[in-house]
């Protein structure tokens, strides 16, 4: 009798915290905001990912202060709705948040992206023109001639200590 209530027990609390885990899952959906790229130039195209099933939505959409509001739109294969955004020319340079409004749930991410002020710069072909300055050009001739010398009197030693 014991074992039967037991196993009564053990199954209503079984169907319980199965029928629980949908519903939790859905309280934290949306569940992720990605910004690409995370540092980027006024006027700049903004690609914004969102994980979760609510955001497939139709009216989901996300919102800045940096960019006027952008419409969500599903990515096939998978719970991740997609939007690209152009961040304001007047925008002020600094970071900004993003908050995504899917199915009467919002999600914000502090500080999702940084706005710069100019071009991004970038490497080798980047935007940055500037060459080695006359104080840079100082400074490498200098450690160049430290080097020679250094190199000339440690050359002088060792022929010096070969003699004797």
């Known amino acids: 009798m014991r074992t039967t209530r037991a196993l009564a027990v053990a199954a209503a609390a079984v169907g319980a915290v199965g029928l629980a885990a949908p519903a939790a899952s859905a309280w934290a959906d949306p569940t992720n905001i990605v910004a690409m790229p995370s540092v980027i130039p006024k006027g700049g195209h903004l690609t914004v990912t969102v994980d979760g099933t609510s955001c497939q939505a139709p009216g989901s959409k996300i919102t ?18 997609s939007a690209t955004a152009i961040v304001h020319t007047n925008a002020t340079p600094g970071a ?10 919002t999600l914000t991410r ?5 706005v710069i002020h100019g071009g991004v710069r970038g490497g080798i072909g980047g935007s940055s023109t500037s060459g080695a300055t006359s104080t840079d050009m100082a400074i490498g001739g200098a450690l160049v001639a430290a080097a020679v ?14 003699r004797a």
């Not at 800045?64 to 709705?81: E, M, R, V, W, Y």
């Not at 900004?96 to 749930?105: E, N, Q, R, S, V």
């Not at 010398?149 to 070969?162: K, L």
Request: aromatic share 10%.
């Open 149 to 162: 010398v250094g190199g000339g009197v440690f050359w002088m030693r060792r022929r010096a200590e070969n």
């Open 96 to 105: 900004y948040d993003i908050t995504a409004h899917c199915g009467g749930k």
């Open 64 to 81: 800045s202060p940096a960019f006027p509001d952008a419409q969500l739109h599903k990515i096939d294969g998978g719970s991740t709705s």
């Open 110 to 114: 502090p500080a999702a992206f940084t």
